[in-house]
Protein backbone atom coordinates (compact mmCIF):
# COMPACT_ATOMS: atom_id res chain seq x y z
CA UNK A 1 0.00 0.00 0.00
CA UNK A 2 2.62 2.36 -0.84
CA UNK A 3 1.21 5.90 -0.32
CA UNK A 4 3.15 7.48 -3.40
CA UNK A 5 4.58 5.71 -6.00
CA UNK A 6 6.44 6.42 -8.57
CA UNK A 7 7.67 4.49 -12.09
CA UNK A 8 10.20 3.98 -13.33
CA UNK A 9 12.46 3.45 -10.59
CA UNK A 10 15.39 3.94 -12.27
CA UNK A 11 15.62 5.47 -16.42
CA UNK A 12 18.55 5.66 -18.91
CA UNK A 13 18.06 7.22 -21.43
CA UNK A 14 20.17 9.09 -24.34
CA UNK A 15 20.77 12.76 -24.73
CA UNK A 16 17.60 14.41 -26.95
CA UNK A 17 15.27 11.74 -25.99
CA UNK A 18 11.38 12.71 -24.78
CA UNK A 19 10.70 10.41 -21.15
CA UNK A 20 8.38 10.95 -18.22
CA UNK A 21 8.05 9.99 -15.05
CA UNK A 22 4.72 8.92 -13.12
CA UNK A 23 3.73 9.30 -10.18
CA UNK A 24 0.42 8.36 -8.08
CA UNK A 25 -0.67 9.13 -4.71
CA UNK A 26 -3.42 7.09 -2.64
CA UNK A 27 -3.12 9.33 0.30
CA UNK A 28 -6.42 11.50 -0.70
CA UNK A 29 -4.13 14.67 -1.15
CA UNK A 30 -4.98 17.63 -2.83
CA UNK A 31 -1.15 19.50 -3.83
CA UNK A 32 1.49 17.18 -5.45
CA UNK A 33 5.08 18.39 -6.15
CA UNK A 34 8.11 17.21 -8.18
CA UNK A 35 11.45 18.00 -6.55
CA UNK A 36 14.85 17.52 -8.16
CA UNK A 37 17.63 15.95 -5.79
CA UNK A 38 21.26 16.48 -7.05
CA UNK A 39 24.46 14.81 -6.93
CA UNK A 40 24.88 16.90 -3.72
CA UNK A 41 22.06 15.75 -2.04
CA UNK A 42 20.08 19.22 -2.87
CA UNK A 43 16.41 19.60 -3.34
CA UNK A 44 15.05 22.22 -5.16
CA UNK A 45 11.12 22.47 -5.65
CA UNK A 46 10.37 21.99 -9.60
CA UNK A 47 6.54 22.36 -9.03
CA UNK A 48 3.60 22.23 -6.74
CA UNK A 49 -0.08 21.50 -8.47
CA UNK A 50 -3.62 21.59 -7.42
CA UNK A 51 -6.26 21.12 -8.89
CA UNK A 52 -6.45 24.97 -8.96
CA UNK A 53 -3.52 26.56 -9.58
CA UNK A 54 0.28 24.88 -11.04
CA UNK A 55 3.19 27.21 -9.59
CA UNK A 56 6.63 26.46 -11.75
CA UNK A 57 9.97 27.41 -10.22
CA UNK A 58 10.80 29.87 -12.67
CA UNK A 59 14.48 28.64 -12.68
CA UNK A 60 13.29 25.29 -14.33
CA UNK A 61 13.60 25.13 -17.85
CA UNK A 62 10.19 24.67 -19.95
CA UNK A 63 11.67 21.86 -21.56
CA UNK A 64 9.99 19.75 -18.01
CA UNK A 65 6.19 20.15 -18.11
CA UNK A 66 3.93 18.45 -15.71
CA UNK A 67 0.42 16.56 -16.48
CA UNK A 68 -1.77 16.27 -14.21
CA UNK A 69 -4.86 13.53 -15.30
CA UNK A 70 -6.40 13.79 -12.01
CA UNK A 71 -6.18 15.32 -8.52
CA UNK A 72 -4.22 11.91 -7.56
CA UNK A 73 -1.52 11.98 -10.82
CA UNK A 74 1.07 13.94 -11.60
CA UNK A 75 3.51 12.99 -14.01
CA UNK A 76 6.84 14.76 -15.24
CA UNK A 77 7.48 15.14 -18.60
CA UNK A 78 10.63 16.13 -19.69
CA UNK A 79 11.61 17.21 -23.35
CA UNK A 80 15.18 16.56 -24.99
CA UNK A 81 16.85 15.59 -22.30
CA UNK A 82 20.19 17.07 -21.40
CA UNK A 83 23.38 15.64 -19.22
CA UNK A 84 22.69 18.35 -16.79
CA UNK A 85 18.80 16.93 -16.37
CA UNK A 86 20.50 13.49 -14.43
CA UNK A 87 19.60 13.58 -11.14
CA UNK A 88 16.92 12.02 -8.81
CA UNK A 89 13.38 13.15 -9.38
CA UNK A 90 11.17 12.87 -5.77
CA UNK A 91 7.46 13.15 -6.31
CA UNK A 92 5.53 14.14 -2.60
CA UNK A 93 2.08 15.22 -2.16
CA UNK A 94 0.57 17.16 0.97
CA UNK A 95 -3.07 18.31 1.89
CA UNK A 96 -4.08 21.71 0.27
CA UNK A 97 -3.14 23.17 4.32
CA UNK A 98 -0.11 21.29 3.80
CA UNK A 99 -0.74 20.45 7.71
CA UNK A 100 0.48 16.91 7.46
CA UNK A 101 3.97 17.70 5.93
CA UNK A 102 4.74 16.16 3.07
CA UNK A 103 4.74 12.52 1.95
CA UNK A 104 7.62 11.87 -0.61
CA UNK A 105 7.70 8.88 -3.06
CA UNK A 106 10.90 6.28 -3.50
CA UNK A 107 12.56 8.48 -6.32
CA UNK A 108 13.17 8.17 -10.03
CA UNK A 109 17.02 7.67 -10.54
CA UNK A 110 17.54 9.39 -14.31
CA UNK A 111 20.78 8.72 -16.17
CA UNK A 112 21.16 11.28 -19.06
CA UNK A 113 24.10 9.49 -21.08
CA UNK B 1 11.54 35.07 -0.89
CA UNK B 2 12.09 32.40 2.36
CA UNK B 3 15.14 30.39 2.44
CA UNK B 4 16.93 27.94 4.89
CA UNK B 5 20.38 27.41 5.61
CA UNK B 6 21.86 24.75 7.35
CA UNK B 7 25.05 25.56 8.53
CA UNK B 8 27.29 21.78 9.33
CA UNK B 9 27.44 20.49 5.94
CA UNK B 10 28.74 16.70 7.25
CA UNK B 11 28.51 15.85 10.67
CA UNK B 12 30.20 12.74 12.01
CA UNK B 13 29.34 11.28 15.60
CA UNK B 14 30.17 8.31 17.44
CA UNK B 15 27.10 6.29 18.86
CA UNK B 16 25.57 7.69 22.07
CA UNK B 17 26.85 11.56 21.57
CA UNK B 18 24.51 14.10 21.68
CA UNK B 19 23.65 15.62 17.97
CA UNK B 20 22.18 19.02 17.62
CA UNK B 21 21.64 20.20 13.83
CA UNK B 22 21.51 23.98 13.58
CA UNK B 23 18.93 25.63 10.87
CA UNK B 24 18.41 29.38 10.37
CA UNK B 25 15.21 30.61 7.68
CA UNK B 26 14.47 33.93 6.07
CA UNK B 27 10.66 34.69 5.67
CA UNK B 28 9.18 37.72 6.72
CA UNK B 29 5.83 36.21 7.95
CA UNK B 30 4.65 32.98 9.88
CA UNK B 31 6.22 30.34 9.08
CA UNK B 32 6.26 26.21 9.54
CA UNK B 33 9.01 24.12 9.50
CA UNK B 34 9.67 21.03 9.23
CA UNK B 35 12.78 18.41 9.50
CA UNK B 36 13.05 15.44 7.11
CA UNK B 37 15.10 12.34 7.07
CA UNK B 38 16.78 11.05 4.10
CA UNK B 39 18.03 7.48 5.22
CA UNK B 40 20.61 6.05 2.43
CA UNK B 41 18.86 5.24 -0.99
CA UNK B 42 15.78 6.07 0.35
CA UNK B 43 13.03 9.20 -0.31
CA UNK B 44 12.81 11.42 2.44
CA UNK B 45 10.75 11.13 5.73
CA UNK B 46 9.06 13.49 7.89
CA UNK B 47 11.04 13.51 11.45
CA UNK B 48 8.67 16.38 13.11
CA UNK B 49 7.28 19.54 11.98
CA UNK B 50 6.23 22.71 13.74
CA UNK B 51 3.03 24.84 12.86
CA UNK B 52 2.28 26.65 15.81
CA UNK B 53 2.18 26.05 19.75
CA UNK B 54 4.71 24.93 22.28
CA UNK B 55 8.09 25.99 20.28
CA UNK B 56 9.35 22.23 21.21
CA UNK B 57 8.25 19.73 18.87
CA UNK B 58 8.98 15.98 19.72
CA UNK B 59 8.94 14.03 16.62
CA UNK B 60 9.93 10.22 15.89
CA UNK B 61 12.76 8.18 17.03
CA UNK B 62 13.55 10.47 19.44
CA UNK B 63 14.22 13.69 17.86
CA UNK B 64 13.22 16.92 19.11
CA UNK B 65 13.30 20.51 17.88
CA UNK B 66 13.16 23.77 19.24
CA UNK B 67 11.96 26.78 17.42
CA UNK B 68 13.20 30.13 18.27
CA UNK B 69 11.51 33.10 16.67
CA UNK B 70 13.85 35.59 17.82
CA UNK B 71 16.81 33.82 16.19
CA UNK B 72 14.94 32.58 13.54
CA UNK B 73 16.01 29.29 14.18
CA UNK B 74 14.90 25.18 14.27
CA UNK B 75 17.54 23.52 15.35
CA UNK B 76 17.29 19.41 15.19
CA UNK B 77 18.48 17.74 18.61
CA UNK B 78 18.73 14.33 20.12
CA UNK B 79 20.50 13.37 23.42
CA UNK B 80 22.25 10.19 22.32
CA UNK B 81 22.63 9.22 18.48
CA UNK B 82 22.52 5.62 17.54
CA UNK B 83 24.24 3.70 14.47
CA UNK B 84 20.97 3.69 12.40
CA UNK B 85 20.65 7.71 12.66
CA UNK B 86 23.28 7.39 9.69
CA UNK B 87 21.52 9.69 7.41
CA UNK B 88 20.97 13.05 5.39
CA UNK B 89 18.93 15.81 7.24
CA UNK B 90 16.88 18.79 5.84
CA UNK B 91 14.96 21.12 6.91
CA UNK B 92 12.53 23.14 5.67
CA UNK B 93 10.48 26.07 5.33
CA UNK B 94 6.81 27.21 4.22
CA UNK B 95 4.99 30.26 4.56
CA UNK B 96 1.72 30.04 6.22
CA UNK B 97 -0.65 27.18 5.46
CA UNK B 98 -3.19 27.25 3.09
CA UNK B 99 -1.45 29.30 0.61
CA UNK B 100 0.17 28.95 -1.90
CA UNK B 101 3.55 28.66 -0.85
CA UNK B 102 6.50 26.77 -2.43
CA UNK B 103 8.37 24.81 0.24
CA UNK B 104 12.12 25.10 0.39
CA UNK B 105 14.46 23.40 1.24
CA UNK B 106 18.08 23.78 3.10
CA UNK B 107 20.74 21.63 1.58
CA UNK B 108 20.97 19.24 3.74
CA UNK B 109 23.92 17.53 6.83
CA UNK B 110 24.92 14.36 6.18
CA UNK B 111 25.45 12.58 9.39
CA UNK B 112 27.77 9.72 10.11
CA UNK B 113 27.33 7.66 13.21
CA UNK B 114 30.51 5.71 13.93
CA UNK B 115 29.22 2.18 16.14
Known amino acids: DTAVSQTPKYLVTQMGNDKSIKCEQN?????MYWYKQDSKKFLKIMFS???????INETVPNRFSPKSPDKAHLNLHINSLELGDSAVYFC????????????FGSGTRLTVV | AQSVSQHNHHVILSEAASLELGCNYS??????LFWYVQYPGQHLQLLLK??????LVKGIKGFEAEFIKSKFSFNLRKPSVQWSDTAEYFCAVMGPLGGSYIPTFGRGTSLIVHP
Open chain 1, 27 to 31: LGHDT
Open chain 2, 27 to 32: YGGTVN
Open chain 2, 50 to 55: YFSGDP
Open chain 1, 49 to 55: YNNKELI
Open chain 1, 92 to 103: ASSLADRSGGYT
